[in-house]
Nanobody, 128 residues
Framework: QVQLVESGGGLVQAGGSLRLSCAASGRTFSIYVMGWFRQAPGKEREFVGIINWNGGTTYYADSVKGQFTISRDNAKNTVYLQMNSLKPEDTAVYYC?????????????????????WGRGTQVTVSS
């Protein structure tokens, strides 16, 4: 069992930055691929990006590539989502999720169904 808790969300003006954190507890954090998703009101949950077990590989949705960066610190059982140049369309609830395994293909892990554990989310609101 893994518990995930996101933090760092809030209200920011367009062009600003936020760093989200996702703290994990429970089973060994390093054996999980970690993903970030977001969900805007009235829309389906959208894949943002993933990071493999040691941070050596990341993959991002085209919509955030070059804008967002995922990293992890296994010693702190934490994964991060650095969001820069934020736009109003980035407004959403952001979720982190854990998928068992050291690696996961971008195709497989872009699907929410590939993840076993989810956090409750943190709200990010970008004002224009």
């Amino acid at each position: 069992q893994v518990q995930l808790v996101e933090s760092g969300g809030g209200l920011v003006q367009a062009g600003g930055s936020l760093r989200l954190s996702c703290a994990a507890s429970g089973r060994t954090f390093s054996i999980y691929v970690m993903g970030w998703f977001r969900q805007a009101p009235g829309k389906e949950r959208e894949f943002v990006g993933i990071i493999n077990w040691n941070g050596g590989t990341t993959y991002y949705a085209d919509s955030v590539k070059g804008q967002f960066t995922i990293s992890r610190d296994n010693a702190k059982n934490t994964v991060y989502l650095q969001m820069n140049s934020l736009k109003p369309e980035d407004t959403a609830v952001y979720y982190c999720a854990a998928a068992e395994g050291y690696f996961c293909s971008s195709y497989k892990c872009s699907s929410p169904q590939s993840y076993k554990y989810w956090g409750r989310g943190t709200q990010v609101t970008v004002s224009s």
